[in-house]
């Protein structure tokens, strides 16, 4: 990535989106009403609720019966066992867990909380208790959406999503990609020579994160409706790379 | 933080930095060689490494004498014993290592590799094994910086020193705030109403991390020398929180 001046833009007026709405339609027509033609090398990131509810990603608590595991892990959490049954079916393994904290892997490799599975900033039909779950392939959706608008548009964009992600050792929380199309996610920099010729030591940069945080920081976190920010001004040189290349394998990890 | 917009522009032309230089000086200059006049709200992005040069923040690997301690920990995890004491001196204690890794908690909360001790990007002058510690202490250069810059110009900014981090559980590193001033480095969200009026669940948005992560994007991995970069267009409400406040104690820490 070398750029020098790069602009974040929130896209305002996005209307509410439903299971089954064409999110490329909608995303199209929201550019045209805010005359924003996207360019080469632009990067559309999107919060993750969005493409979960056009996904229709959605479980009504009132159909889910706990399994004993779940009751038992609710009882350790101090969650919803219907809930927390929920996030069992949508993980791979609990990580960590104590009051008010579940920490799982989920089945696409995320370590996070709750499985990302949400119950805030979600429509609630009369008598519903829905949640709503993550895309179901966050990367293959940026794919997709990557080819909609680049064919529209006649560009080659980069197209990320992104959620916010507790850290370890550290407090608040952050933006985070969970997929990404048409961008090196994570930028190799091996053998690159530092400013005065020593061979760096630092060698992959989580670029996806790095534009999921800073996307993050407009479509803030109460609510406000601007969950599709634009960024111009990178340009990059290596291949593209999908977010799966930002999850670190457990093998290989010291944390787990 | 309220924002539509938000440009992240990387000041072009900033000479090397040595110790003892007038850091607010070199950047007021450089402010004017770039025809930029800060704002109120903006907030200035300054890489780790130029506070610490200009702090003088050197330790040459020949004047060490690695401990017994230093030497053992050196020949598990594959390093130079004397760069392990300067770490292990830096450090409250060792999180985890193997070959080729060292996580220390640094002696100012972050948990981190090496102690943050640098070998790239760093002159070295002849027959010289420098390596480059940590700002001595970045909440407090963030806070010295913006005064010094709002005095200048007659303005209030934020200031943020980053860093670039390796993370648990995800391949890549991502910019991460050391310190910082003038703004919410932690914005609490707490009681705020999501869109449809449910209470919000995720409380706290680690902004500084996220400006952090955002401006690493320009600064580059590879030395092209974009240590700092101004940010315009966001707004906030809250108080002025530091750096400090981004550290999860280890007590509430659930991976230490």
Same mark, same amino acid.
């Given at each position: 990535?070398?750029?020098?001046? &790069?602009t974040?833009?929130a $896209?305002p007026?996005l209307?509410?989106? /439903?299971?089954g709405?064409?999110l490329?339609a909608?995303?199209i027509?929201a550019f045209? @009403?805010a /005359?924003?033609?996207?360019?080469?090398?632009?990067?559309l990131?999107?919060?993750?609720k969005v493409?979960?509810?056009?996904?229709?990603?959605?479980?009504?608590?009132a159909?889910i019966?706990?399994s004993?595991?779940?009751?038992?892990?609710?009882a350790?959490?101090?969650k919803?066992? %219907?809930l927390v049954?929920?996030?069992l079916?949508?993980?791979?393994?609990?990580?960590?867990?104590r009051p008010? &904290?579940?920490v799982?892997?989920?089945?696409?490799g995320f370590?996070m909380a709750?499985? /990302?599975v949400?119950?805030?900033n $979600?429509?609630?039909p009369?008598g519903?208790? %829905?949640?709503?779950?993550?895309p179901?392939?966050?990367?293959? =959706?940026c794919a997709a959406?990557?080819?909609?608008l680049d064919?529209c548009?006649g560009v080659?964009?980069g197209?990320? $999503?992104?959620d916010?992600?507790g @850290?370890?050792?550290?407090?608040?929380?952050?933006g985070?990609?969970?997929?990404?199309? /048409?961008?090196?996610a994570?930028l190799?920099l091996?053998g690159?020579p530092?400013?005065?010729?020593?061979?760096m @030591?630092?060698?992959e &940069?989580?670029?996806a994160?790095?534009?999921?945080?800073? =996307?993050?920081?407009?479509?803030?976190?109460?609510g406000?409706g601007?969950p599709?920010?634009?960024?111009?001004?990178?340009?990059w040189d =290596?291949p593209p790379?999908?977010a799966?290349?930002l999850?670190?394998?457990?093998?290989?990890?010291?944390?787990?």
């Amino acid at each position: 990535m070398d750029a020098k001046t &790069v602009t974040f833009t929130a $896209i305002p007026d996005l209307p509410l989106v /439903g299971p089954g709405d064409d999110l490329a339609a909608i995303l199209i027509d929201a550019f045209e @009403r805010a /005359g924003i033609v996207p360019q080469d090398r632009d990067v559309l990131v999107i919060a993750q609720k969005v493409v979960s509810k056009a996904e229709g990603r959605y479980v009504d608590l009132a159909d889910i019966v706990p399994s004993p595991r779940a009751r038992e892990l609710a009882a350790a959490v101090d969650k919803d066992p %219907r809930l927390v049954e929920v996030i069992l079916s949508e993980a791979r393994e609990v990580v960590r867990f104590r009051p008010g &904290v579940l920490v799982v892997e989920h089945r696409l490799g995320f370590v996070m909380a709750n499985a /990302g599975v949400d119950q805030s900033n $979600i429509e609630h039909p009369q008598g519903s208790e %829905r949640v709503l779950l993550l895309p179901e392939d966050p990367d293959a =959706a940026c794919a997709a959406l990557k080819a909609q608008l680049d064919a529209c548009f006649g560009v080659e964009i980069g197209v990320v $999503i992104n959620d916010s992600f507790g @850290r370890p050792w550290r407090n608040g929380v952050v933006g985070v990609a969970l997929g990404a199309a /048409g961008l090196p996610a994570l930028l190799d920099l091996v053998g690159a020579p530092d400013l005065f010729g020593r061979a760096m @030591r630092v060698t992959e &940069v989580a670029v996806a994160d790095e534009l999921a945080a800073a =996307a993050s920081l407009l479509m803030g976190q109460a609510g406000e409706g601007l969950p599709i920010v634009l960024v111009r001004g990178l340009s990059w040189d =290596a291949p593209p790379r999908n977010a799966a290349a930002l999850l670190r394998s457990k093998e290989r990890d010291l944390f787990r």
